[in-house]
């Protein structure tokens, strides 16, 4: 989801949980002398998120892309955007390691992951 009122327009990676609700993920730059052009990363993970991507209601919220994947990938994916927001994050640069790069590769991870469970089935057949 990009806000698109924003002056730099923000972007988070936006999943369900299988209950009906949802759990939300972005990058932030960190503090540092540079920040936000480049500075330590702060990727943040809520597992109770404020967005519904089904009912949005702010015009300034667009869906940016819309990847389908089945339950099992759903909880990988979750998992994933968890363990890259608990563990190092590395850097931040605002030109090319931003919140869009960072919702793009949550989004690729998740592709990726329905590729290759679609992929193990059809083996199995």
């Given at each position: ?8 327009g923000?972007e ?12 939300d ?5 960190g503090k540092?002398?540079?920040a936000?052009?480049?500075?330590p990363?702060?990727?943040q993970?809520?597992?109770k998120s404020?967005?519904?991507p089904?009912n ?14 089945s339950?099992t990938v ?5 998992d994933?955007?968890?363990?890259r927001?608990?563990?190092?994050k ?11 790069h960072y ?6 991870y998740?592709?990726?992951a ?6 193990k089935k059809k083996k199995?057949k």
């Amino acid at each position: 989801i990009r806000d698109t009122c924003s002056t730099f327009g923000h972007e988070w990676v936006v999943g369900e949980n299988g209950d009906g609700t949802y759990w939300d993920s972005n990058k932030m730059p960190g503090k540092g002398p540079l920040a936000p052009a480049n500075c330590p990363a702060d990727i943040q993970f809520s597992d109770k998120s404020g967005f519904d991507p089904k009912n949005l209601t702010d015009p300034c919220f667009k869906i940016m892309r819309h990847v389908v994947t089945s339950p099992t990938v759903d909880k990988k994916v979750r998992d994933e955007a968890k363990k890259r927001a608990d563990e190092d994050k590395g850097r931040y640069d605002a030109l090319g390691n931003n919140c869009r790069h960072y919702a793009t590769g949550i989004c690729d991870y998740g592709v990726g992951a329905q590729l290759g469970e679609n992929l193990k089935k059809k083996k199995g057949k």
